[in-house]
């Protein structure tokens, strides 16, 4: 089986190969968790912020927030550096932002954002 993506809205289909498609869909699944998305809304904003400004600048508490950037980490979407005792968080995968991007001008497109 070949999936089938589009690179944007209006432009050509791109061919997955099957042994690809699992891996797509694990990816989105992980980007499926609002306080992931948020969490990626703060880091391509602010790059290179500790847990602490992040749980803040989210809402959430910042062992939820390092749980989550720990998924995030796994799969190579954000990094982390170290800045003497302090850890600071950035977005590592550089395809995050034009994907972000690309879903939400199709929402605005659509009359939903």
Request: aromatic share 2%; net charge neutral.
């Amino acid at each position: 089986m070949i999936a089938q993506l589009r690179t944007s809205v209006y432009s050509d289909v791109v061919t997955v190969p099957a042994g690809l498609v699992e891996e797509v869909a694990r990816r989105f699944a992980l980007l499926s968790d609002p306080t992931r998305l948020r969490i990626l809304d703060v880091l391509l904003d602010r790059d290179d912020i500790t847990v602490t400004e992040l749980a803040g600048a989210v809402g959430e508490a910042a062992p939820n927030v390092s749980q989550h950037l720990s998924r995030l980490l796994a799969a190579d979407i954000v990094g982390r550096r170290r800045d003497g005792r302090t850890v600071r968080y950035s977005v590592a995968d550089p395809t995050i932002r034009p994907l972000c991007d690309l879903v939400c001008q199709a929402l605005s497109a659509r009359g939903q954002a």
